[in-house]
């Protein structure tokens, strides 16, 4: 079984921060990208970051210069550090990441999401 497993979401005010993780453990011989989705009641899961193995990023217009995207690929983990969060970043995060299993099988892998309120 390949799990992700996420922590750090948490209640915070406007322009304040939060460091979300997520590690993956399991059967994992790599992790190729990853990345970091949101959702929010009503909406569509979105991308919000994404990683890839070499350490390559991307950031949706609305997190660019606030958020922060970063791995250790020696511990399987990944972090977004969340800087002067807005009312509209408030969603559950979800982790994601392409693992591969072997040399010729690969999965798309999920966490259960860690639940992000920003709020006065």
């Known amino acids: 079984q390949v799990q992700l497993v996420e922590s750090g979401g948490g209640l915070v005010q406007p322009g304040g921060s939060l460091r979300l993780s997520c590690a993956a453990s399991g059967s994992i011989f790599s992790i190729y990208d990853m990345g970091w989705y949101h959702q929010a009641p009503g909406k569509e899961r979105e991308l919000v970051a994404r990683?890839?193995?070499?350490?390559?990023?991307n950031y949706a217009d609305a997190v660019k210069g606030r958020f922060t995207i970063s791995r250790d690929n020696a511990k399987n983990t990944m972090y977004l550090q969340m800087n002067n969060l807005k009312p509209e970043d408030a969603a559950v995060y979800y982790c994601y990441a392409r693992i591969v299993l072997n040399t010729l099988a690969g999965m798309d892998a999920w966490g259960q999401g860690t639940l992000v309120t920003v709020s006065l």
């Open positions: 990683i890839t193995k070499g350490g390559s990023t």
